[in-house]
């Protein structure tokens, strides 16, 4: 049994079903949106894995591919599961054109295995195959990155999610009907381009959840009243405060482990730091379609330039247009929204995303990067994760325009209608009397 296990490679952007046990202890596997579960195999007793570092194409919009770099033909690579107590192998093979090691973010395990290059073992040179093997001591939520050449590798899309689920019925980690995981992470790629630049510390231009961005990413089909769980992780530069709608959620886990019950409080957004896990747990009792998504402004955006000047209150009705035609980039804020983008005639390189181009049932979303969609129905079936369409709400429950007569409404009588009028009685002036001050030597 020297012989490595095969390595399994998965090249399509789909997000695919849980993977269910077919040995070792059972558990509720996860669904890794956009992404999938690493095959194993079970060696007298040991949960063996084979990681394959290497260069990967990632779709991470219809019509839009990344050259990035992976784990198993993906960025990020496979999520890998495994069950408390378990004794785990993972074979690391480097087809990178550099060194690399992999650091198994949140774990006890031996100092040896923590994957620093350079502290705690020699760097995996390219072509050469390491092995790590550690017990998975606690059961949580955690992700895997290389700690080497670490502002590049990360930046072009090497790291993981990794799951550790309870070994039984665990106090503090409920049984959950949906469980989701996802990586934040960010690129910076020009448009037409393909390679993320890597010298890119905060301007990043691409917000991506599991390298995707919306409308690339897959949305969260739930059924009415399941109990569901997210968990998150964030390896990108900067925090990311993660909404949802119509349901409140509690922060049931952190890649410390679960929360104390007493520590869990109701949020409807949580944010989520630089190097930090959070699991969220709700009851999804509210049918529709939810919006999900990072509520930095900045972050809902795909590809986009920043130096536009706001010139909102200035008429230049019609203008936008004509100017468009000469200089593409030439956009005004304030006056149609972002919905503009979509429609306007603005050539937009190959291989690039429009910066919002997501389409709902009503018309443009004004939406791309870190969204998606939380769609509750009452008719999803158990295990189901296929996208239900968009919801068809009961009649009258949907806000419209309003048609009837309309009374003028009440303003404060001052000049200008201004909630605060002007001072009446002139101000005292004051005269003020500056002198300048003379300079001997005249400088
Ligand atoms: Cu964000």
């Known amino acids: ?93 480097n087809k990178l054109p550099e060194h690399t090691s992999v650091h198994w973010h949140g774990q006890r395990l031996p100092s040896g295995m923590d994957g620093v290059s350079g502290l705690t073992q020699p760097s995996i040179q390219p072509g050469k195959t390491f092995v790590y093997e550690f017990v998975a001591r606690r059961p949580g939520t955690f992700m895997y990155h290389p700690h080497a050449d670490e502002m590049t590798q990360m930046a072009m899309g090497m790291m993981g999610f990794w799951v550790t689920h309870p070994k039984a019925r665990h106090p503090l980690i409920d049984e959950v009907q949906r469980d989701f995981c996802f990586l934040l992470n960010a690129y910076d790629i020009d ?73 869990r409080w109701p949020e409807v957004t949580a944010d989520i730091a630089v190097g930090q896990m959070r699991q969220i747990d709700f009851l999804a009792d509210e049918e529709g379609d939810w919006a999900f998504h990072c509520h930095k402004s900045h972050h809902t955006m795909n590809a986009m330039g920043h130096n536009v000047p706001t010139l909102i209150g200035v008429d230049h009705s019609g203008v936008a247009k004509k100017i468009n035609k000469l200089i593409p980039e030439y956009m005004v804020m304030g006056e149609r929204g972002m919905a503009d983008m979509t429609e306007m005639e603005m050539p937009i390189p190959d291989n690039t995303a429009p910066m919002m181009t997501g389409e709902g049932p009503f018309g443009s979303v004004e939406m791309g990067g870190m969204f998606s969609v939380l769609k509750v129905r009452r008719d999803q079936k158990p295990g189901d994760y296929k996208d239900p369409g968009w919801f068809k709400h009961p009649e009258g429950t949907v806000a419209h325009e309003y048609t009837g007569p309309l009374a003028e409404p009440a303003r404060f009588k001052a000049e200008g209608g201004q909630s605060m009028p002007r001072v009446q009685s002139p101000a005292k002036v004051t005269e003020v009397q500056v002198r300048k001050p003379t300079s001997h030597s005249g400088h």
């Open 1 to 93: 049994m020297a012989a490595l296990p095969e390595p399994v490679i998965q090249t399509r952007p789909d997000t695919m079903p849980p993977l269910v046990p077919d040995s070792g202890m059972p558990y509720n596997p996860v669904v890794t949106l956009n992404g999938w579960t690493l095959p194993w195999r079970m060696n007298q007793g040991v949960k063996e894995f084979h990681l394959v570092a290497e260069p990967v194409v990632r779709e991470m919009a219809p019509g839009f591919k990344a050259h990035l770099w992976g784990y198993n033909g993906q960025s990020p690579g496979p999520t890998i599961e495994v069950v408390e107590g378990d004794r785990v192998r993972i074979f690391v093979t």
């Open 191 to 263: 448009p037409g381009s393909y390679t993320p630049k890597t010298m890119t510390m905060t301007d990043f231009n691409l917000w991506s959840w599991n390298s995707r961005i919306f409308p690339g990413i897959d949305t969260l089909n739930v059924r009415l009243n399941d109990k569901v769980r997210i968990r998150i992780g964030n390896l990108t530069m900067t925090n990311h405060p993660i909404h949802v709608h119509g349901h409140e959620f509690t922060v049931t886990g952190t890649d410390g482990g679960p929360t104390p019950k007493a520590s």
